[in-house]
């Protein structure tokens, strides 16, 4: 549909049916937040909604697109919304364990899987991808974002955007990407959702908006802000970010879409007086789209009779949303994507993508006496604990379509791949509640055994929106119970399910072996068994730092430097009941091998302005076993006119070493990736010594460092 052919679509339209196209409305069965879904089908019928959300599968679809195109008066078609975060019916792991594999291919290949998924269940758009980075791991939705840091998240939003819309969204099989929450949502205060946030303008710009200017720079087609207030302008009513900031700066041309009933929302947070106000704020701010809190519907007849909106503004926004329908080729074909049996035939085709991302999500965080991989012979294995045997919560939460019958357990994926060994199972506790009849069979189970795996940790309500957490303990009884199993003395290999890290270092120094798994999904049985059979080897590195004890939080690698850095003196930054230092660094996760850095090279040492970097290093896997290693470069820029991070993250490269086998690996940094904003806030890059530093993680005693000089900088 042409310009011209929107603009005559715009003249035929009553001022309610433009609203209509401004107004998202979830469908009655399945809301994602706290007002119900009224009666979409009517509205729909009438023009009063132009995009729906948690519609998918052919029937639901079918019946409400026929009612869009051949029930109502103009037979616009819906755009039908959804969050697909990782997977839709095939689920994928949580993009926190992702995150763990540091490879942009496979993150871009899950998200086209997914939305081959969504698209033939009739989505056309997806809420995802997330990228708030989340330092404080309270904060329930850390598990639906790529960690901690900004340059993973860049990486991980544009390998996204890119999957989710292929290279043109009339390709039926693609979806359009929102990325998501814009911004700084993952700042709330005390790690409590939709809490204020509160930032400097530097931090904002050196942390929190270089992942949506990547998703912007990859094509994301929407934009949805964050529930929460920036140092007390609501983003849903912040036009400096949503219009001067994402329009003007970052260049997007898309549509931008509220959460959920947000709008409305505007009042709680104490901006607006009325719904008309409230619409008035959002829309004159920049936000096209209304989700479900009608107050477009209600509010904006009322704020146009008042003049706090203009038709000419309301006009804007639906040409937006008319040419993402079009874009999405919905005019020519309201049914798209969808086929009559929907997504479910795809799910045996992305078994093996899902099994593959499982197992490269998962980190070992400890190996004593490489007691894993499992020995070959035949064992008696005890698997015990809660999460052994859940279906359901190795989905994760935002699962999509997926269902738990189709989750492979622990326990499902250990005995298949192992037939030769007995294995028993006894849960002996609940995740936060006791078990019937308590832990005496399974610790009986476990004393006998040669090989008990403890599966533990949170359940996946325990993270995700509205589930923040005060601990990062063990839930309920389950402390108890591990300290009860492990005191039993038989080699013990723990398998920690979670939405985020859990500051358990009491766990770690008694058990033979953690691996952190988060929630990975339709495939977690079959690819924790590759791990512990040696079939594969883990390769997972943390994308975030893992505290000793949530006193520590906010904790990350990146912080800025202290006057009196942490030491043993008195009068320096550190506690006086725990070291300062994280249980485990980001980018911290053991392999079977044994990998050994030498001889750093950066050439040249004295790079001038337009100039790449060349960063290469010796590595030597020591070990008996393959291993698969990601090697991390950070600079750091010691001596500035504002002080820099003590660590910036700006590559990593992952190597396969073979037994006994060395190899260089090389990284290119260009010179123009050293910009930040300077003492006025502009981007250039400083003149100056920078170090340039190479290694398994940020732990800084395991890193290789060599400073090189630039002369002359410049934007
Ligand atoms: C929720 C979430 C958002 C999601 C939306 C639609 O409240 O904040 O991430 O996309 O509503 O489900």
Redesign the pocket.
Known sequence: MSGSRIDALLSEMTLAEKIGQLNMLAAGFSV??PIIGGDATGAVREGRAGSL?NVFGPSSVRDIQRVAIEESRLKIPLILGF?VVHGHRTVFPVPLGEAAAFDPALWEATARASAREAAADGVALT?AP?LDVSRDPRWGRVVEGPGEDPFVHALFGAAKVRGFQGDALDDPSTVAATV??FVGYGAAAAGRDYASTDMSERTLRETYLPPFQAAIAAGCAAV?PA?SDLSGVPMTANGPLLTSWLRREAGFEGVVIS??NAVAELVAHGVATDLAEAAALALRAGVDVD?MSGAYERGLPDALSRGLVTLAEIETSVRRVLQLKERLGLFDDPMRGLRDQGAAPLLAEHRPLAREAARRSAVLLSNRNDILPIAANPLRIAMVGPLGDAPTDMMGSWSGAGEARDSVTFLRGLREARPDCDIGYARGVGVDEAEEGGPDAALELARAADLVILAIGEARDMSG?AASRTGLDLPGDQANFARAVLALGRPTVVVLSSGRPLAVPWLFERADAVLATWFLGSEAGHALADLLTGRAAPSGRLPLTWPRSVGQVPIFFGERPSGRPASDGHYTSKYIDLPTTPLFAFGHGLTYGHVRYASLSVEPSRPRRDDAISVSVELANEGVHAAEETVFLFVRKPVSRVARPLLELKGFLRMGLEPGERARGVLTLPVSALAFPGPDLTSSVEPGDYEILVGPSADRTRLLRQVVHIEEGGA
């Open positions: 994602t937040g959300l969050d809420f997330m998501k929450h949805m529930f959460d959920y989700m929106e």
